[in-house]
């Protein structure tokens, strides 16, 4: 299970970024006191749109940052004082993070297998299974730098699997894959959640979100601003589809920073 209580992280802007973003504050609040939950035999999506948050909620889930504010717990340990248990709990998956380009899909696998403290005959067993749902197998002596971008990108999964982790956290797992690569990447998603798995997923597409989540968090400006089922969220917000009801709340909030705003300047 995923408990995320209050969480809060806030950045030191540089003066090239505060430039980029037009603002005179050196300081800016990615993520603002979010509270969620998710629990196995569920996939969780985050949804929102590029510099929503979603990506850093998964790193501070994932233990690469650490929170400004709040608590985060993975399977029951604390993110901040146990981040070495959280490790061996969770596969963490960002486009941002690749495989090193010179290896083989075969020798990373190996190599973080061992890293997790698997024996030789697990790996190869590990890796006769995952190899051979992604069809890795023809590819697998290949340096990963003459991969297609499809292919690194299901070698990247099934090296972030190895170790057979209980709780999956992906960010934006089939950004820029094509159709086919991508159905296969959510349908392993799906057979993860039917293991028993808890898998926690950010994305920006409604379509994907619809199909692939059993609940789903619509994160906008750092916040929170609705989770549920699909059929809650549309119920909520009177929408026929994700797409209005993320337009409705989105509406809603740019609204209520301008309020803001205006009355900031009234004082």
Same mark, same amino acid.
């Given at each position: 299970m995923i408990e995320i209580?209050? &969480?809060?992280?806030?950045? %030191?802007?540089?003066?090239?970024?505060?430039?980029?973003? %037009?603002?005179?504050?050196n300081m800016k609040k990615a993520v603002d006191n979010i509270s969620l939950s998710a629990k196995k035999n569920e996939i969780y999506g985050l949804l929102g749109p590029n510099g929503a948050g979603k990506t850093t909620i998964l790193r501070c889930v994932a233990t690469l940052l650490k929170p400004t504010a709040g608590e985060i717990a993975v399977c029951g340990y604390d993110t901040v004082k146990e981040p070495e248990k959280v490790r061996e709990s969770i596969a963490f998956l960002t486009n941002e993070i690749k495989l090193d380009p010179q290896f083989s899909p075969k020798y990373m696998f190996n190599f973080f297998g061992r890293l997790h403290g698997m024996d030789d005959k697990t790996i190869d067993k590990r890796r006769?299974?995952?190899? $051979?749902y992604f069809g890795i197998h023809d590819f697998q002596d290949k340096k990963i730098d003459e991969l297609s971008t499809g292919m690194k990108q299901k070698a990247s999964i099934a090296v972030s699997?190895?170790?057979d982790p209980e709780v999956v956290v992906f960010d934006e797992p089939t950004n820029g894959l094509d159709i086919v690569t991508a159905r296969s990447v959510t349908d392993y998603l799906k057979f993860l959640?039917?293991? $028993? %798995? &808890?898998i926690i997923v950010s994305t920006h597409i409604m379509s994907?979100?619809? %199909? &692939?989540?059993?609940? #789903?968090? #619509? #994160?906008?400006?750092?916040?929170k601003v609705m989770d549920g089922t699909l059929s809650e969220i549309l119920q909520s917000t009177k929408s026929k589809d994700l797409e209005d009801a993320f337009f409705e709340l989105y509406k809603e909030c740019s609204s209520e920073e301008a309020s803001y705003e205006r009355g900031k300047g009234n004082n």
């Open positions: 209580k209050n &969480l809060t992280k806030v950045y %030191k802007l540089t003066k090239k970024q505060m430039a980029e973003q %037009k603002t005179k504050k006769e299974l995952l190899f $051979g699997l190895v170790h959640k039917a293991e $028993g %798995k &808890l994907e979100a619809e %199909k &692939l989540c059993d609940r #789903i968090g #619509i #994160i906008i400006n750092g916040r």
